[in-house]
């Protein structure tokens, strides 16, 4: 890197460094909030309460460490080979696509009475949230392992290769198969049951989405071990 490269990439790293610091104070208030008000509740105010602060905790979890790796001080990315730097950034991706299904799984647990109410007619605003928590980290997930999200795309010429299409491949085919039964069993729920068709949707969306993550990264850490 030139001067002005070095710069540049500061300059980002201080911008992220404090967007993380900001995601992590909204999420702060919204996990006590959740906790409490959700103390010695039960039912559906309990899982409102919940959702908020699962929602707080993920917040506060990605902004803390986010802010740790653009902590001000650290050198350590200015000398970073480039192959460092690339494994550095394979191993980040895949901690996440392991990291964000699991999150999404959690939500989904939360939100089968959310679907319950939606489905009888009594659903309310805080129930529409919990439904789509669980599908925004299912689509956040596919979109890392499809290298949309905002870093793959700022370092595509360190996670890109002809391996890493080969891998991208094959995760979305084995996703497109999961989604594809999971919508079928759906519809022939829904047939029976409006209630259960709209869980066994929702499910689907998670565990395609959940998929094309782990399945991804579980194929990149072999094929780094093969080579």
Not at 5 to 32: D, F, I, N, Q, T
Not at 47 to 59: D, N, Y
Not at 115 to 120: D, E, Q
Not at 207 to 212: F, I, K, N, S, V
């Amino acid at each position: 890197m030139d001067d002005q490269e070095l710069a540049a990439a500061g300059r980002k790293r201080v911008r992220k460094y404090y967007s993380a610091l900001a995601l992590a104070g909204l999420g702060l208030p919204a996990m006590a909030t959740g906790f409490f008000f959700g103390r010695g509740q039960s039912g559906d105010e309990a899982t409102s309460w919940g959702v908020l602060a699962g929602v707080g905790f993920s917040f506060i979890l990605a902004g803390a460490i986010l802010a740790w790796r653009m902590r001000p001080g650290d050198r350590s990315w200015i000398s970073e080979a480039p192959q460092g730097q690339r494994d550095r950034l394979q191993a980040q991706r895949s901690r996440q696509l392991f990291v964000f299904p699991a999150v999404a799984l959690i939500f989904l647990a939360l939100a089968l009475d959310a679907i319950r109410n939606v489905a009888s007619g009594q659903g309310e605003l805080r129930d529409y949230l919990s439904i789509m928590l669980p599908v925004l980290y299912a689509w956040l997930t596919a979109a890392i392992a499809m290298g949309w999200d905002g870093q793959s795309r700022q370092n595509r010429r360190l996670l890109e290769d002809e391996l890493t299409v080969v891998i991208r491949a094959r995760a979305i085919t084995t996703a497109f198969l999961v989604l594809m039964a999971g919508a079928t069993i759906a519809l022939a729920l829904f047939m029976i049951s409006t209630e259960y068709g709209a869980i066994a949707l929702l499910v689907a969306l998670a565990a395609a989405g959940a998929t094309a993550g782990v399945r991804f990264a579980w194929l990149d850490r072999e094929a780094g071990q093969d080579g």
